[in-house]
């Protein structure tokens, strides 16, 4: 199993450019996530989706929009980047059945907005 | 407030040193409980669940106390392959199972 993957790993972006950011697991969970990390600080979460056709915003969902048409994938979009997008992202996904609920990252995406 | 306060760090520990961090939440509803530690420039990994009861992992034990609203995190033998930013996360809301996290500790274990 690859757990989550997540592309692109690095990526520089100009000021009102968009761009996806690719997260999919092979693990079948149900339960996906996307966070975003910024410097010395913790992780806040962006969206989540609990399933396939099911996404609501987190903490800071300003900027952003997300889908979920397979439980594999749940790419994150951004439209015209800002410079206080600059941050790593961090994708997750869990299991959705009883228990504490780990939850697995993937290698994160670090962008800079310019 | 913060949901969920950790003292920054850094901490400096010799190998074989004994290391506590502590972590205070604010939402007494919380859940569940996790430390999770993560590598310079590297995703978050489970380090270990926060049972009511404590619970131990070799080097390592957690403890919940509920009452106070805090989470210990203790490292015994430091190594130094224990260098890493421990970080306290909590789970406010099982609906969703979407974590909570705390800043980080960063610990520097030194030959």
């Known amino acids: 199993n690859a757990g989550v993957t997540q592309t692109p790993k690095f990526r520089i972006l100009k000021i009102g450019q968009s761009m996806t950011l690719q997260c999919t697991q092979d693990?079948?969970?149900?339960?996906m996530y996307w966070y975003r990390q910024d410097p010395g600080m913790g992780l806040k979460l962006i969206y989540y989706?609990?399933?396939?056709?099911?996404?609501d915003k987190g903490e800071v969902p300003n900027g952003y929009n997300v889908s979920r048409s397979t439980t594999e994938d749940f790419p994150l979009r951004l439209e015209l980047a800002a410079p206080s997008q600059t941050s790593v992202y961090f994708c997750a996904s869990s299991y959705s059945g009883r228990g504490q609920g780990e939850q697995f990252f993937g290698p994160g995406t670090r962008l800079t907005v310019l | 407030r913060k949901e969920v306060e950790q003292d920054p760090g850094p901490f400096n520990v010799p190998e074989g040193a004994t290391v506590a961090f502590n972590c205070t939440y604010s939402n007494s509803a919380s859940q569940s409980f996790f430390w999770y530690r993560q590598d310079c420039r590297k995703e978050p990994k489970l380090l270990m669940s926060?049972?009511?009861s404590g619970n131990e992992d070799g080097r390592f034990t957690a403890q919940l106390n509920r009452a106070s609203q805090y989470i210990s995190l203790l490292i015994r033998d430091s190594k130094l392959s224990d260098s890493a930013t421990y970080l306290c996360?909590?789970?406010?809301?099982?609906?969703?199972?979407?974590?909570?996290f705390g800043s980080g500790t960063r610990l520097q274990v030194q030959p």
């Open positions: 693990m079948n969970h149900n339960y």
């Open positions: 996360v909590v789970n406010l809301d099982t609906g969703r199972r979407a974590l909570t």
């Open positions: 989706s609990v399933g396939a056709g099911i996404t």
């Open positions: 926060v049972y009511s």
